[in-house]
């Protein structure tokens, strides 16, 4: 399988490409980057046979799958010109930053029948947190409650550049949200966003066509020492609780039922090969895209709302 990438960034050349270049049903064949260095480094590196520092060479090479990687106010752009010459695209979050971008996306995907599209949500792909969803059982009637300790922006982040690249839960906070909707089996309708103490924070409610509800806390004000992520689930009699992709456990009798892993497996690596899966065999994508559709639409409702100070239908 024919893969290029337009992008080979820091994440791309840590989370995605050390896993598609160890995948035997890969070939690794076009990358495109904004600098020529940039691009022989990764050609180096993963054993890409071109390179360019050009997108539309990637975009019109005989390929089977094309990666974006790339700022994130040119995703939308990338993806529908990638969609349009009947690829299939991964594109890393967030799909699009308005609802402008997400509808034009929408319309190419009607326009061309190509629905053949994958945004890099990896959470619901995480092994511990997968088991822990099947130790829970049945997730109706639960809710979700999901800290993120966010920590304080690097100097050199993108998100400190949010006019154009948007705000940093516009670019993060579709994860979240994701995962929420994949554990409720329900897509979102409803957000409601009020900001917290400190620049960037922002805490979320959230509805869901089942009636089942979440809440999001994203905030950069926590100790560095404190997990990243974690997420409590109540219901049913039951409580679960993933702390960090590094420990999980149920709470469904006298006793926790607890699962300890070493590392922090974020679920790439298992999504990369179903993206893979998918594409060989032309099975469904690993998300279905009206899930993608609507978790971006929560995403960029979250911005909406703080705006409103009221909440906002998805």
Request: aromatic share 8%; charged share 20%; glycine share 10%.
């Amino acid at each position: 399988m024919r893969l290029g990438f337009v992008g080979a960034g820091n994440y791309a050349s840590s989370m995605l490409l050390p896993h598609l270049q160890g995948n035997q049903d890969v070939v690794l064949a076009h990358v495109a980057t904004n600098k020529s260095l940039s691009a022989a480094n990764a050609q180096r590196r993963f054993g890409f046979r071109a390179v360019s520092t050009d997108a539309d060479a990637v975009l019109n090479a005989e390929l089977d799958a094309l990666f974006v990687v790339t700022r994130h106010s040119s995703h939308a752009e990338l993806a529908c010109r990638a969609l349009e010459t009947g690829k299939a695209v991964f594109v890393e979050k967030p799909l699009a930053l308005t609802d402008d971008e997400l509808d034009r996306i929408v319309a190419t995907v009607d326009a061309t029948g190509n629905d053949r599209l994958m945004v890099g949500f990896n959470r619901r792909f995480a092994p511990l947190l997968t088991d822990l969803r099947g130790r829970f059982g049945d997730v109706g009637g639960t809710s979700v409650r999901y800290l993120v300790n966010a920590g304080k922006l690097d100097s050199t982040s993108w998100y400190l550049d949010a006019g154009k690249e948007g705000s940093r839960f516009a670019g993060e906070g579709g994860h979240f949200i994701d995962t929420v909707s994949w554990w409720l089996d329900s897509l979102p309708t409803e957000v409601y966003a009020v900001p917290g103490p400190e620049t960037g924070d922002v805490l979320i409610t959230l509805r869901f066509a089942n009636g089942s509800v979440g809440t999001i806390s994203y905030v950069g004000g926590g100790n560095s020492r404190f997990p990243k992520e974690t997420i409590d689930i109540t219901g049913g009699g039951r409580n679960g609780r993933l702390d960090n992709f590094q420990s999980a456990s149920v709470w469904a009798g006298r006793k926790p039922s607890t699962k300890k892993v070493r590392g922090t497996d974020k679920g790439q690596k298992t999504e990369l090969e179903a993206f893979v899966q998918a594409v060989k065999t032309g099975s469904p994508m690993p998300i279905p895209f009206d899930s993608l559709v609507a978790t971006t639409r929560a995403t960029i409702a979250v911005d909406r709302s703080l705006a409103s100070g009221k909440p906002e239908k998805v």
